[in-house]
């Protein structure tokens, strides 16, 4: 059966002698895995689009033995990416948050939309990528239902005032009497940074500005978050 999907390719791999199998997080079917045959010919025409990044529509068969791609219309592959170092790891980084959070066959439109909107922020805005990337983060940890509360104490539901920790486990912040082995302190800086992006869009993260300590910190409480919660190990980052 023909079928036609708005995607992003997640990342690629070999297999065998001259096909591809690339991971794309589409819009209307969530995460799926697609065979590229041939496409590491020299004189194949989709070879170009079957690279991380590429954001396009995709032309594909779909059969009991899962998905062939047969035709690509290209809309950006923000090439801008891969000429600044430190852009593309972060951009690789959400790749590869999207990548190992998604299941596969499964519907993530806001994901799919919040990927997007981040890759474009890191492409074409003045905003620093740490910023995008620690909304994009926030975002994502809000989509599975696991919003961090930044007003009250998650345990005893006190106002959150005076020392505060951070539950790296369950991604909560707790009060000086509530908190536990898992929790750390959470360095007032941080708390109010973390504040100022859940109630900022990307598009306006260009008028947020924070010292690049504290934009290293945010990252670093964020990835460790989800790290944790979601038992992954993100490899593209090293803070
Ligand atoms: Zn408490």
């Given amino acids: 059966m023909d ?15 001259s096909d591809k199998l690339i991971t794309i997080l589409t819009l209307e079917k ?27 529509d995709f032309e594909l068969v779909e059969s009991k033995a899962g998905y062939v791609l047969t035709g690509v219309n290209e809309i950006e592959n923000f090439y801008n990416l891969t000429l600044d170092i430190d852009k593309f790891s972060y951009a690789f980084c959400v790749l590869e948050i999207v990548d190992k959070i998604c299941a596969e066959n499964q519907e993530y439109v806001n994901i799919f939309i919040d990927c997007l909107k981040c890759l474009q922020q890191m492409s074409y805005s003045s905003s620093d990528c740490r910023l995008i990337l620690s ?3 926030l975002n994502i940890i ?18 959150l005032v005076g020392d505060l920790y951070f539950d790296l486990n369950r991604g909560e912040v707790l009060c000086s009497a509530c908190k536990n082995f898992d929790s750390i302190e959470l360095e007032k800086s941080v708390f109010s940074a973390l504040k100022i992006l859940s109630g900022c869009d990307y598009d306006k993260l260009s008028t947020v500005k924070f010292s690049s300590l504290i934009l290293d910190k945010t990252l670093k409480l964020l990835t460790k978050n989800i790290n944790f919660k979601f038992d992954i190990k993100l490899n593209s980052i090293e803070l």
Avoid: H, M, W
């Fill in 142 to 159: 809000n989509y599975e239902g696991f919003n961090i509360n930044l007003n009250k104490c998650s345990n005893c539901k006190t106002p």
């Fill in 3 to 17: 079928t036609a999907v708005k995607g992003i390719v997640l990342k690629t791999k070999d297999y065998k002698d």
């Fill in 30 to 56: 969530g995460k799926i895995l697609v065979k590229a045959r041939g496409v590491k010919k020299p004189s194949s025409k989709l070879k170009a689009f079957c690279q991380s990044f590429c954001f396009a």
């Fill in 135 to 137: 909304k994009f983060i």
